[in-house]
């Protein structure tokens, strides 16, 4: 087993976050044994894959290592920002509020130098009322499991702390 410092990976991050060059500091860790496949898990374990991605490229790690271009998160977080607006406005109509939390924040301001740099999969909502559920039908929103059915109420079963995750 390859030792790994997590450190080094958080070093590398920062010099990537900041755009400095971190070729250097990558190349001596990859020369303690960890293998770029070893780096690219460590990435995805630590949700920084999206961070690391285009510079692991310009290295010259090829391509379909890496997964998944730098533009896809660009590409997934317009989305999401696009959804997020859209849910936005539905539930202003219906005299309901948005409160951005968590890494939704960086849909609109960004810590990194684009949003890209962010691997994000969801937004998460807190709602107080049932009745946002029905603007949430209304966009098309449905369970991700298609085995359960749209929410009506905001009660949970015993042992469950959220409503099952939907989609559009």
Partial sequence: M???????LGQICFKVAKQQN??????????????PSDLLEQAKNHRVLALLAKMLHDMGITQ???E?????????H?????????LDNALHQQNHKV???????QLFRSTYPH??????????????????????????????DKSETMPTSLSLQPGEHHLPPLMA
């Fill in 2 to 8: 390859v030792y790994r410092d997590a450190r080094i």
């Fill in 22 to 35: 971190s070729h250097a500091l990558v190349q001596s860790y990859l020369n303690t044994g960890v293998s």
């Fill in 64 to 66: 379909d290592q890496v």
């Fill in 68 to 76: 998944k271009k730098p533009v896809f998160y660009l590409l997934r």
């Fill in 78 to 86: 317009a989305k999401l920002r696009a959804q997020l607006q859209e």
């Fill in 99 to 105: 409160v951005l939390i968590k890494g939704a924040i």
């Fill in 115 to 144: 949003a890209g740099m962010r691997d994000m999969a969801d937004i998460d909502v807190l709602i107080n009322d049932a009745t946002v559920l029905k603007v949430f039908k209304h966009l098309g929103y449905a369970p991700q």
